[in-house]
């Protein structure tokens, strides 16, 4: 079969035509490795193709094997959308970008923060340089490459920069706008993110500080629990020590990290030690023994867990001035053993919330952007103020707000295009906080993984996972390693 590059005549004819009905089978991917129209935040890539379904899929590692596919319309000149593949090729990790609007096909490569055409071809040449192309980025060679790179895992970068090496390559830098795309980056940064993932609890201490961030919003059923919960997840599976804390008296974080294994009260094994003796007790309750192992994500991660009786103890607790700063104190004597403490909040202006802001460097605001999740800013950002002056007089730095995050969005196409953009715009305008770039849109996996239940004898216990373990190549398991690595990049950690 040869390719006919005058059968397509708009960009939907290049997508069908050229790439779904003659490169990808040409190239050796079946439709379960490609994804048409795949969102990620404000990206929207035409294709995104996976050689390897790497379970679970980490977009700060294993892009090598995926390639992103954008489709133009014939009359569009390619030179206008090199710094757009650029942009999605290096915030989502890929190595390979294709693009083409079926006059020609180029293929640019990814070298840290830059991409070089690799490839390039003519449509009706299509037919004899195919092989070529197969060679960078068909299924096949892939996965030698990934095997390759298994035996010997420090040679990953260095196999695949070799790639552009290939012989028959057509190099042609002149059509490259400006010498930076040129400009390889040092790998040294990927051979890292990579040593990390292999030993990602011998991690050498680069960070000194352990990072403490509070997931707040003063509306409830926004998204703060699924944050916190999926965010560790995601920011485990890139190697981070993850403590969680649950704040909330509502215990949603204990129940959805699965530490609710009891159906009848008298066997509640929480009651006794939980977050409110770790804030009551200086000399008793240290992080280590109340802190407990939960399955929820894989690796395993601990969690303090909260307690529907907080409630109860908000005003004695409240008499001991100690009780605000007690978190801080016990986060010290556990610095060396976690990079990053996740800290979910109620939804209330209350001493556990003010404890969150008090003990964290940062805050992460999720938000449904609707009507009352906006005028709650309000509340926050004066809730925030007040706090700062405290933690002023502890010679605490005040907290960086990451920023506001866009939670349970509609999916509809219309609301994505037309209302989100003027939703998200008017944070800042209106409000002076900022936004995250990485969207959490509404998805039933979330909910569905978080009320997993496991039968033990007669009795139903909770079996939550965070949503990458139970559904590692989700569009919402995507949506969290995406957020996971926004944040670590936004606190430094990246
Ligand atoms: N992105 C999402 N898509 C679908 N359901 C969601 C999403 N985020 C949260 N939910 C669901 O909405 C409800 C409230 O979310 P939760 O995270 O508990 O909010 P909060 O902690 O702010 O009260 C839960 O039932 C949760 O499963
Ligand atoms: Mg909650």
Same mark, same amino acid.
Not at 142 to 169: A, C, H, M
Not at 224 to 242: D, F, M, P, Q, W
Not at 271 to 296: C, G, M, W
Not at 410 to 426: G, W
């Given at each position: ?64 094997? @995926? ?12 030179? @206008? ?35 070089? $055409? ?42 695949? #920069? ?19 795309? $040129? ?65 909330? @008296? ?55 867990? @909260? ?14 001035? #100690? ?39 940062? $805050? ?68 002076? $906080? ?61």
């Amino acid at each position: 079969m040869s390719f006919q590059p005058e059968l397509c005549r708009n960009e939907s004819e290049v997508e069908s035509k050229l790439i779904v009905q003659y490169l990808l089978p040409k190239l050796g991917y079946s439709p379960d490795t490609w994804h048409q129209e795949v969102t990620f935040g404000s990206i929207r890539l035409d294709f995104l193709v996976f050689a390897n379904q790497v379970v679970p899929f980490v977009l700060d590692s294993n892009s090598p094997l @995926s390639v992103v596919m954008e489709a133009k319309h014939p009359n569009q000149n390619l030179n @206008s959308h090199i710094r757009r593949l650029k942009r999605y090729l290096t915030s989502l990790n890929v190595r390979y970008g294709l693009l083409t609007n079926g006059k020609e096909i180029r293929i640019y490569h990814r070298v840290g923060a830059e991409i070089q $055409l690799v490839f390039k071809c003519l449509g009706q040449e299509l037919g004899v340089k195919i092989n070529e192309i197969k060679a960078l980025i068909g299924r096949e060679s892939f996965q030698e490459n990934y095997l390759k790179s298994e035996r010997s895992p420090n040679l990953t970068d260095t196999n695949s #920069s070799e790639s552009i090496l290939l012989p028959g390559i057509i190099e042609n830098k002149q059509d490259v706008p400006t010498t930076s795309f $040129l400009q390889a980056q040092p790998l040294a940064h990927h051979h890292k993110i990579l040593q990390n993932l292999d030993h990602p609890s011998s991690e050498p201490q680069r960070h000194k500080k352990v990072k403490i961030i509070a997931v707040y919003h003063n509306k409830g059923g926004v998204g703060k629990t699924t944050t916190v919960v999926n965010l560790a997840a995601a920011i485990r599976k890139a190697g981070k020590r993850v403590l969680i804390i649950d704040l909330d @008296s509502q215990a949603n974080t204990t129940f959805a990290t699965g530490l609710v294994k009891f159906d009848d009260e008298n066997f509640d094994d929480i009651k006794d030690s939980n977050i409110r003796h770790v804030l009551e007790s200086e000399d008793f309750y240290q992080i280590p023994e109340v802190a407990k192992t939960s399955q929820f994500s894989d690796p395993e991660i601990k969690v303090i867990p @909260s307690h529907i009786n907080l409630m109860k103890y908000e005003n004695e607790l409240n008499q001991n001035e #100690s009780s605000k700063t007690m978190l801080i104190q016990k986060l010290e004597g556990v610095k060396h053993e976690y990079d990053i403490v996740l800290i979910d909040t109620p939804p209330s202006l209350n001493l556990y919330a003010r404890i969150a802001i008090i003990t964290a460097d940062y $805050l992460l605001i999720p938000s449904d952007l609707k009507p009352f999740a906006n005028q709650g800013l309000i509340n926050v950002k004066e809730f925030i103020k007040i706090i700062n002056s405290f933690k002023k007089m502890l010679r605490k730095p005040p907290i960086e707000v990451l920023g506001v995050l866009a939670c349970k969005i509609s999916t509809n196409a219309k609301f994505v295009q037309h209302t989100l953009p003027k939703r998200l715009a008017a944070i800042p305008e209106r409000y002076g $906080l900022k936004v995250l770039e990485t969207v959490i849109y509404e998805r039933d996996d979330l909910a569905k993984c978080a009320e997993k239940t496991q039968t033990v004898g007669n009795m139903e216990i909770a079996d939550p996972l965070s949503v990458l373990d139970f559904k590692p190549d989700s569009m919402a398991a995507r949506e969290f390693e995406l957020l996971g690595k926004e944040v670590l990049e936004k606190i430094g950690m990246a």
